[in-house]
């Protein structure tokens, strides 16, 4: 250990007044010949220049090191590339040769050091305010004296580089950071939060440091060639894969908006969640609260952890939130956790268990890292896996795999130290909900419609877009609009979306509110506009892609059907049989044909395809066998154009009983 006390002596010596700044800016060869270096320094100018890119670096890390207050200016500060350049000459001055403990010693600190500028970059201010009275030096100087006692044997430091979190060298330097942060005044959670941050961060730039000491450490040479290359290119592969696919989720486009173009983070607002039971019932003892917090309380608990398990009918932002918390987690728990986002509804097999089957859906394949040895065994990386869309397994045909795929994700958590996150609509769950919930391993939630709080800030990003007058004219639009219109539909994310853009294209307007014997004409005016835009716009894709109707207008009569089912069965649900029996022996019997020899799915898959397409959701008196509209208006809305149909065939010249008939088959 002494060659490891005596580099950190170095650095307090006259090495701080070589002029550094001067360096920087003329270069060596300009600063030599202009003044008299002394001459230990002249013989090791190779070494100096080893150090040319970080000269700027060089004054504000030696003040990081000794005067507190300066690490509030130094973001960014290279720690790692700069340290690793004063290890070199150091070793070059003093002729010593450094062991493999003592090595690995000094770049695990200037690495933990790199990790804890990175962590307090993106914590709260006020932690890294109270961090202004602390000198990292004499937090080094700690950290030294703690491991003064330790044996470091060939184990311990094979745990160094293998799994450093696990190591008695990181227990030390967590302890030391500990006592650090309470001493400011950092309430426990805070400080074991962060440090739990930066111990997971500090083998992130562990391998760093390793491969730019270079030959010049030359015990860590051998470690380099023998294991660290694939891990420092694994590592890479990952920083990759978090730049190029989660970062850009929240700049996506929403639809076809781009003139001008809006994105998810323009106009996303979180919303609440209502805590629910194992059994999906509500917990009566948990209030609604926001859905972040919720997320990240659940990350941050030390404890065993559950599935993240989020229901919500379609259009309640369940996809959106996916993408924000991905992106939020890359910014704020990129250490501890690294985001992997998957669409459930681009799963092409379900394997013998949850691994597996995520290394052969699309959304992975083509990720360097994924499928490699040990990928989701390593313990120095954590991963958020998020599920999007459990619902969307079932639109591809896979009734019996959804059971199946719950399961595994539920065995994988039990085992695991990474966390599962999955989302869906409730619908998908009517016959296996009983069998997911019997491990009691969920975290489980429902979202919650937007309040006047958070559909003011919709509100808010909706004007940054497009100014004030548009949003007064959308507000005095609201005002005007029907109840069920103002305080039900326009409080869902895509609803007061599909509202706000008709509105703005001139297709709905309060103007229609005028008359108040019109409002029923006003009322039918916005859902026929709605049902349009989610038939012809929204779902095409999904119409295509899932239901083999390539027309949204057999989609329109076919839902047609349902809704007339609902209002048949007299209790705004309608049993699934009956549904199944109103299709055999009524007029769209053709359409469930078409869709069928499209897709080549059997009658029971392309019947739940077609119901799960738009907005329904199981009826919540009878979960195991009926539906509802998960908006009862639209299902209102197009019973009354099948009821309409009705009276049109009716009056038509030569109609005959039981053709096109509105009555329920045998009644």
Not at 71 to 96: A, D, K, N, T, W
Not at 276 to 296: C, K, V, Y
Not at 431 to 441: A, F, L
Not at 506 to 520: G, H, I, R, V, Y
């Amino acid at each position: 250990m002494a060659n490891l006390k005596g580099f950190w002596q170095f650095l307090n010596t006259d090495v701080q007044d070589i002029p550094w700044g001067e360096l920087a800016e003329k270069g060596i060869e300009s600063v030599s010949a202009s003044r008299d270096l002394a001459e230990k320094w002249e013989e090791h100018k190779a070494d100096l220049t080893q150090l040319e890119p970080y000269f700027k670096q060089v004054e504000p890390f030696f003040k990081v090191l000794n005067e507190p207050d300066a690490q509030m200016v130094i973001s960014g500060l290279p720690f790692v590339s700069v340290g690793i350049g004063l290890l070199r000459l150091y070793l070059g001055l003093s002729q010593s040769k450094p062991t493999l403990d003592s090595s690995l010693i000094v770049v695990s600190q200037l690495a933990y050091l790199r990790s804890l500028e990175a962590v307090l970059a993106t914590w709260e201010p006020a932690v890294a305010t109270a961090l202004n009275a602390v000198a990292f030096g004499s937090m080094l100087d700690k950290q030294l004296t703690r491991l003064a006692t330790e044996i470091l044997d060939s184990r311990e430091l094979e745990k160094v580089t293998s799994c450093f979190r696990e190591s008695n060298l990181a227990k030390r330097f967590h302890d030391v950071l500990l006592e650090e942060l309470q001493q400011a005044g950092v309430d426990d959670a805070q400080s074991r939060r962060l440090t739990e941050h930066v111990t997971w961060g500090t083998y992130h730039y562990l391998h760093q440091a390793i491969i730019e000491a270079g030959e010049t450490v030359e015990p860590l040479v051998d470690y380099y060639r023998i294991g660290g290359a694939p891990k420092h290119i694994r590592q890479g592969a990952i920083d990759d894969y978090v730049r190029e696919v989660i970062e850009p989720l929240p700049q996506e486009q929403i639809f076809d908006e781009d003139s001008p173009r809006i994105a998810f983070k323009d106009v996303y607002v979180p919303l609440k969640v209502q805590p629910l039971t194992q059994s999906g019932e509500q917990n009566r003892n948990s209030a609604p609260r926001d859905i972040h917090g919720w997320a990240q309380g659940i990350l941050e608990n030390f404890g065993p952890k559950k599935v993240m398990f989020i229901q919500g009918d379609a259009g309640q932002g369940k996809s959106v939130f996916c993408r924000m918390f991905a992106n939020w987690v890359r910014q704020n728990h990129s250490f501890p956790y690294i985001p992997l986002f998957v669409r459930l509804r681009n799963l092409r097999t379900i394997n013998d268990n949850l691994t597996e089957t995520l290394e052969t859906c699309p959304d992975l394949q083509s990720v360097e890292f994924v499928g490699k040895e040990g990928w989701l065994t390593n313990k120095n990386t954590r991963f958020l896996i998020v599920l999007d869309g459990f619902d969307e397994l079932l639109l591809q045909g896979r009734t019996s795999g959804l059971q199946e795929f719950l399961q595994q994700v539920s065995d994988f958590q039990k085992t695991s130290h990474h966390q599962c996150l999955v989302t869906g609509r409730p619908l998908a769950l009517q016959g296996v909900d009983q069998r997911i919930t019997q491990d009691k391993n969920l975290e489980r939630v429902k979202l919650e419609p937007m309040d006047d709080d958070r559909r003011g800030q919709w509100l808010s990003n909706w004007q940054k877009i497009f100014g004030e007058e548009e949003v007064t004219k959308f507000r005095e639009f609201l005002g005007a609009c029907p109840t069920k219109v103002a305080n039900n539909l326009a409080r869902e994310p895509l609803l007061i979306y599909l509202l706000a853009r008709l509105h703005r294209e001139k297709k709905l307007t309060s103007k229609m509110f005028a008359d108040a014997k019109k409002e029923s004409q006003a009322k039918l005016r916005i859902y026929q506009e709605s049902v349009n835009w989610v038939l012809e716009k929204q779902r095409q894709d999904v119409n295509e892609s899932m239901s083999g109707l390539e027309e949204p207008e057999d989609l329109r009569f076919f839902l047609q059907e349902a809704a007339l089912c609902v209002v048949q069965s007299g209790n705004e649900t309608a049993s699934l049989e009956m549904v199944k029996k109103r299709i055999h022996n009524g007029p769209v019997a053709d359409v469930l044909k078409k869709s069928q020899e499209k897709t080549g799915f059997t009658e029971d898959k392309t019947l739940n395809n077609l119901l799960t397409t738009f907005y329904l959701q199981p009826g919540e008196e009878d979960k195991r066998g009926s539906v509802e509209f998960a908006h009862k208006s639209f299902g209102e809305y197009l019973f009354a154009e099948r009821l309409m149909v009705a009276f049109e065939e009716w009056t038509a010249p030569g109609y005959r009983k039981n053709q096109g008939s509105i009555g329920v088959s045998g009644s």
